[in-house]
């Protein structure tokens, strides 16, 4: 809905990025920390409807094939490898993926 005002709200996980939420959109912080195994995250958006659109920046100085592989009512999964490999992220790497969905 065009015009709505933006609001705050707090994170799932406790950590206090800055988030806005409109009735056709929703945004966040997601936080990948690698295992050496896992490739994969699943997010939950609120949104209440699959989104036309998911749109995933991260954070990271190395580089990474990134990008939503699934997306439902409640959430969408993110799959994350690296790059040149294909191999899954190194153990304890931390990578924040920015996140925004549009119904």
């Given at each position: ?15 206090t ?65 690296n ?21």
């Amino acid at each position: 809905m065009r015009g709505q005002p933006a609001r705050v709200q707090p994170m799932a996980n406790g950590e206090t990025p800055l988030a806005w939420s409109r009735a056709d959109m929703q945004s966040g912080t997601a936080t990948f920390t690698g295992n050496g195994a896992t490739t994969t995250i699943t997010v939950s958006h609120g949104l209440g409807s699959v989104p036309s659109q998911v749109i995933l920046t991260i954070g990271s100085a190395n580089t990474y094939a990134y990008g939503w592989t699934t997306k439902t009512a409640t959430s969408f999964t993110v799959s994350i490898k690296n790059s040149q490999t294909g191999a899954p992220v190194a153990n304890l790497q931390v990578i924040p993926i920015d996140w925004i969905v549009i119904q």
